[in-house]
């Protein structure tokens, strides 16, 4: 007997892939749904920053959630898990190939493979603020956590939000223990969170500053070198020389785009969709493809904004494949920006409305556990 159901293959198991691969699987009775990831685990990497400062806030299962157990109310006939690295993608014939050996059939293909950072990648000691495209999340972590711990010169590039959350943590683990640690965060703007409001940026310098963090603005870090003897030699644009056991860049974002066919990405490497976050790949005929979250060239990178973006993903399917008894739907990111930065868990700043929050609003929201009690919501699992 030949299925009727339709088969959608979703391509990363994250805050954009798991709610697409739910949505379709509680309102779409006819679809099957391939969900493929290279880990068995989903990382609440929203919390690194604390996690990777303080080893002992949380414990490992409540930021690394196994995705089948999310899953876990659905049939084997609607529902497939399939760990493995997708390593090409065929638009033609509607196939991906995963781990280079195995073919999987697609009607609709979701492209939800996220972003990851150079810290994450590195090879010498990786301190993973995204998921790892491997199953080694748990490895990462302990190393990372033993190598900030063991440090007592520590200097952190980039004063975006995660540099700025982990020199608070790391700061406020340190003056925790009564342990020494000079902690030196670089920014190459004039001021630290650059994209938020200038009283949020003081707001921030002013907590790092009271935990003992040195601030260096309007720099870049042009070299950073690790010597034999373990030692970083740390160049700055102005000339200036710094020397740490330990350096973290928390700058940068990369597209997980190594299967993605070259005619579906924009020039820095993000795939490129329309307002119904469809992939635009060179043809004249619209592709089944979508995409979501990190990877498409939707600047706000965010993991609210990934859940967002899955909404619209889910709606499209849904009337493509049931017509109009759902509704299409566009994605606009919008432009103002939401973000909450705890300093350490006794406050912080951000922006929300146009408005920086008090530092106590900032600590009951947030600073407490980093929202960590949301994880297995993140992908639906309970």
Not at 86 to 93: G, K, L, Q, R
Not at 201 to 207: I, T
Not at 228 to 240: D, R
Request: aromatic share 8%.
């Amino acid at each position: 007997m030949t299925s009727t159901k339709t088969t959608v293959v979703i391509i990363g198991a994250s805050f954009a892939g798991a709610p697409i691969a739910h949505s379709l699987l509680k309102d779409v009775a006819t679809v099957k749904v391939i969900l493929i990831n290279p880990s068995p685990t989903f990382y609440f990497s929203i919390a690194a920053p604390r996690i990777m400062a303080k080893p002992t806030a949380f414990r490992p299962e409540q930021y690394l959630i196994p995705i089948e157990s999310a899953f876990k109310q659905y049939p084997s006939e609607s529902f497939e898990f399939v760990q493995g690295w997708v390593t090409a993608i065929n638009p033609e014939d509607k196939s991906v190939m995963v781990d280079g050996q195995t073919t999987i059939q697609f009607d609709y293909l979701v492209i939800a493979a996220g972003s990851t950072t150079p810290s994450t990648t590195r090879s010498d000691i990786p301190v993973p603020f995204k998921q790892s495209n491997a199953d080694n999340m748990a490895t990462l972590i302990g190393n990372a956590q033993q190598a900030i711990s063991s440090a007592s010169q520590i200097v952190i590039a980039g004063a975006g939000p995660i540099g700025v959350e982990l020199a608070g943590e790391i700061a406020e683990a340190a003056q925790d223990q009564g342990k020494s640690v000079k902690i030196t965060l670089v920014s190459a703007s004039d001021r630290v969170l650059p994209m938020l409001k200038t009283s949020a940026s003081k707001a921030a310098e002013s907590l790092l500053t009271q935990k003992n963090v040195t601030i260096i603005s309007s720099q870049a870090v042009t070299d950073a070198i690790l010597s034999t003897n373990g030692t970083w030699n740390i160049s700055l644009s102005k000339g200036q020389q710094l020397a740490a056991d330990l350096y973290i860049p928390t700058t940068g974002v990369l597209p997980n785009n190594s299967f993605i066919p070259q005619q579906c990405l924009d020039v820095d490497g993000w795939v490129r969709v329309d307002h119904e976050l469809r992939v635009q790949g060179g043809q004249n005929a619209p592709l089944p493809i979508y995409a979501a979250g990190d990877i498409t060239n939707n600047s706000m990178r965010l993991s609210f904004k990934a859940a967002e973006q899955a909404s619209v993903v889910a709606a499209n399917i849904k009337n493509d494949i049931l017509g109009s008894k759902y509704k299409r739907r566009v994605y606009d990111q919008g432009d103002s920006i939401m973000m909450i930065v705890p300093v350490g868990a006794s406050g912080g700043t951000g922006q929300l409305f146009g408005m920086t929050p008090w530092s106590f609003m900032v600590k009951l929201v947030k600073g407490k556990d980093f929202f960590v009690s949301k994880a297995p919501s993140s992908i639906g699992a309970s």
